[in-house]
């Protein structure tokens, strides 16, 4: 299973210089999990930068993979991991999903990139 998180999603959408390192687990719909809270972070910045139509689009490809709702374990979960780890609330969410699904997390964020499980990827 695999959890992109909102700088790896945008990085492929813009077809940045990492975009090739998070193509193969965005196309592999099967194990894709997204966090709701990707998908806010995802169409807030594409509407800040693009349309809403763009943001629409992307929106409807990310739920390609399986929409993952937070609530109440999940928060709390989260809150444990933000508070064990110094991590920002939607980083903290993110890695939660993932601890939960036992999957790997792809990013480009630093605050996560000597954790286990993440697959990091330097901003270019």
Avoid: C
């Amino acid at each position: 299973m695999n959890v992109i998180d909102a700088s790896a999603w945008i990085e492929f959408f813009k077809d940045g210089p990492n975009a090739a390192a998070f193509q193969a687990p965005i196309l592999d719909q099967a194990n894709l999990l997204v966090p709701a809270t990707v998908l806010y972070e995802v169409f807030q910045y594409t509407i800040r930068h693009g349309s809403e139509q763009q943001a629409m689009l992307t929106i409807a490809a990310m739920r390609q993979g399986r929409v993952i709702d937070i609530d109440a374990a999940l928060a709390l979960s989260a809150a444990g991991l933000s508070r064990q780890h110094n991590l920002p609330m939607a980083d903290s969410l993110v890695l939660a999903v993932a601890r939960r699904y036992e999957a790997t997390l792809w990013t480009q964020d630093a605050d996560l990139k000597n954790l286990e499980g993440v697959r990091y990827f330097g901003k270019a």
